[in-house]
Structure formats: C-alpha cells, structure tokens
C-alpha cells in the first residue's frame, strides 16, 4: 500500500525557514486531496495546511501567510515551505490524505524551533 516519508525536519532559530518534503511510494496512482499535520509535544495532531488536486490549498489560521503547501504530483510528493517559525510551530510533521481511508501514517519528521 502507499508509504509516506517526511522528511526535511530539523532545529532551526525563531524567525527561520525550513522546507519539508512527503514522498509517496507504492498503492495504485492516483491524485488525492493531500495534507500536512503536526503534533506538538502532550498536544494531538493538527491538521496545518491541505491541497486538493486542482491545487486549491487551505491554511489552519496559526500558519496562514507564513506556510505554503505545494505538490507535484508526478513526483508524488508533497511540499511544506514553512517561514517566519516560531518555538509555537515545534512539533513531529506528518503528511496524509484528509479524506478517509487514511494512508497509513509515517514517522513523521520534527521541527524545532528555538528562541
């Protein structure tokens, strides 16, 4: 079935970038509603930004004007680009589709984000 890597995670200092990857292998091909989740640490999972595939995205509104969501879908793949961080935004990022079923989830890839 589909396997989701993230990748692209690190320690960064307030007010810096970062650029997060989810590359989608295996299961029969086809476009999907993606999105981009994060936990942050005794806190459950949020839903952050998504984009369907017409390429309409939608912004949870603690990211809005600071993150953006991409993909490319013949790479399957599946962009963060995340500015202007703040320690609020520290937390394990996940991608997934929105639209259940659920791919099964992957181990994610963690965001540091120091003052």
Not at 23 to 47: H, T
Not at 78 to 102: A, F, H, I, K, Q
Request: contains cysteine; glycine residues 14%; aromatic residues 8%.
């Amino acid at each position: 079935q589909v396997h989701l890597v993230e990748s692209g995670g690190g320690l960064v200092q307030a007010g810096g970038s970062l650029r997060l990857s989810c590359a989608a292998s295996g299961g029969i091909f086809a476009i999907n509603v993606m999105a981009w989740y994060r936990q942050a640490p005794g806190k459950q999972r949020e839903l952050v930004a998504a984009i369907n595939s017409g390429g309409t995205t939608h912004y949870a509104d603690s990211v809005k004007g600071r993150f953006t969501i991409s993909r490319d879908v013949g790479k399957r793949t599946v962009y963060l680009e995340m500015e202007t961080l703040s320690p609020d935004d520290t937390g394990v990022y996940y991608c997934n589709t929105p639209r259940p079923p659920l791919y099964a989830w992957g181990q994610g890839t963690e965001v540091t984000v120091s003052s």
